[in-house]
């Protein structure tokens, strides 16, 4: 390879010549409606916004929720295995099969400890 001036200089005028293409850029990838369809009352418990998100939610919320049983079990046993499990089992079965949970006992765990 030659890095002679020339050859630099050449290789600048040609960089120069390219034009840039503008495109309009879209400020939010969210539109105030999906935004909205997303968000979630902050006043809910774990366990309350868990079982709203799996009945009402979208796919990826519900696998967030599942990702996040360890968590959930750990707060709150009871109410995790009397009203959350109940609305994973309505889940798709290709929607529980592929969900990562993390093992409570590894440093992949979602949930600080209570």
Do not use: W
């Not at 495109?23 to 999906?34: A, F, G, M, N």
């Not at 079990?73 to 990562?100: D, F, G, I, W």
């Amino acid at each position: 390879m030659d890095f002679s001036q020339n050859s630099l200089f050449g290789y600048m005028e040609d960089l120069q010549e390219l034009t840039i293409i503008e495109r309009p850029v879209r400020r939010s990838l969210k539109t105030p409606e999906e935004i909205e369809r997303l968000t979630v009352d902050e006043d809910l418990s774990d366990t309350e916004r868990a079982v709203y998100l799996l009945s009402a939610g979208q796919d990826i919320q519900g696998t967030s929720v599942i990702a996040n049983l360890p968590c959930l079990m750990r707060q709150n046993p009871a109410e995790t295995l009397r009203r959350v499990l109940p609305k994973v089992r309505c889940l798709p079965r290709s929607m529980r099969m592929h969900t990562y949970l993390p093992r409570e006992s590894g440093s992949h765990s979602v949930c600080p400890e209570v």
